[in-house]
């Protein structure tokens, strides 16, 4: 084998990289030099993207897949400085190797309270947390904007960035949904759709995109939680003087477990509490008796208003108290059709049990010669 062939083989470089950190986003090839030889065998695997930076300007992209590195598959390089074909003129360049994969169960949180204006609570505030997933949708544009020259660039660099900006879009569509703080949770999908749809604008510009968001929890400051508690404990207690029974017999149980070197006490309060408790639901003692109110009187009768027919023609309305001197009258008999608000129909007065007893109460006819 000829002396040159053999140091060529000697110089052509294998360029790859495996990363078991879960976090690394960019990597830089250590090259002495940053010295590339001609003919290079470059393996890009599946979730990286290699970038090469030449002479501080960007060169090429590479996608998944294997590449010998000569000028007839570097267009954008060949355009920048021609290459020589030989061992002895290496071209300088640096190559980043970029992780395309999810980077997931990155984690968000509201660092102080959101203030927004209830419809159901008035003002009040919110909390919120929950995960997310961003990945490298751009390796050239990710490499420009953020990574720069960083030899090693983790997520942690970026993650703080970002969920400053899941936040103030969180904030700003929280505050304008309108949504009832107790109907928040069963809207968590749409909200997080909406602010993964705004935030998406804001990453691209980045090279960056996000393709799961969650929205995990939404809270509120521990005082209102504290009176939505007391506000639901009075909804499942319902009789509060049921209620007030059932924790003075509660608290009477707790007193008589008491440890013996407070028996006495406790069993004497325990007693006291039990006669009282009696008492009250006897109605007998002072500490439970309630006073008694009679019951408010029954709503008066409704006084109907009656219209009469006569030969074909009605006349009316009139009162019971006028139908009643009519009978005494003799101008109301039994066999009169009557009629009244609310009834099927006309109807003779001798049928109607209102009237029926108009004429019962009419004395008997005089004796004869009285």
Do not use: C
Request: glycine residues 10%.
């Amino acid at each position: 084998m000829p002396i040159f062939d053999f140091l060529s083989g000697q110089f052509i470089d294998v360029i790859h990289w495996t990363d078991d950190s879960r976090d690394t986003m960019v990597w830089r090839f250590e090259r002495e030099g940053h010295e590339i030889k001609y003919g290079a065998k470059l393996t890009v695997r599946e979730g990286q993207a290699a970038v090469f930076v030449h002479e501080g300007q960007l060169a090429d992209v590479f996608t998944p897949g294997l590449y010998l590195l000569e000028t007839n598959n570097m267009p954008v390089m060949t355009s920048l400085q021609h290459w020589d074909h030989g061992f002895r003129s290496p071209f300088k360049s640096e190559i980043y190797f970029v992780a395309t994969t999810r980077f997931t169960d990155l984690k968000w949180g509201t660092r102080n309270p959101i203030m927004l204006r209830d419809p159901e609570f008035g003002p009040t505030r919110l909390r919120a947390f929950g995960t997310y997933a961003v990945r490298v949708a751009d390796p050239a544009r990710f490499m420009a904007e953020i990574v720069g020259t960083d030899g090693e660039f983790t997520m942690d660099e970026i993650s703080t960035q970002i969920r400053n900006v899941i936040v103030q879009a969180f904030s700003r569509i929280i505050a304008g949904s309108n949504i009832p703080v107790l109907d928040m949770a069963a809207n968590t999908r749409d909200l997080g759709r909406l602010v993964a749809g705004d935030i998406t604008a804001v990453v691209a510009e980045y090279g960056l995109e996000i393709p799961e968001f969650y929205i995990e929890n939404i809270s509120l400051p521990p005082a209102v939680e504290e009176a939505l508690d007391k506000r639901t404990s009075m909804g499942i207690a319902g009789d509060l003087d049921r209620f007030a029974r059932y924790s003075t017999a509660e608290a009477m149980t707790a007193a008589a477990r008491t440890p013996s070197g407070g028996g006495g006490i406790g069993a004497g309060l325990g007693m006291g509490m039990g006669m009282a408790m009696a008492q009250q639901i006897a109605g007998q003692g002072p500490w439970g008796a309630r006073p008694e109110t009679a019951p408010p009187p029954p709503p008066p009768p409704v006084e109907h208003v009656w219209h009469i027919a006569e030969n074909g023609q009605t006349h009316g309305p009139y009162s019971r108290a006028n139908l009643g001197r009519m009978t005494r009258e003799g101008t109301l008999t039994r066999e009169t059709h009557v009629w009244t608000p609310g009834q099927d129909g006309w109807k003779r007065a001798g049928e109607v049990t209102e009237l029926a007893q108009l004429f019962t109460v009419l004395p008997p006819p005089p004796p004869p010669g009285a």
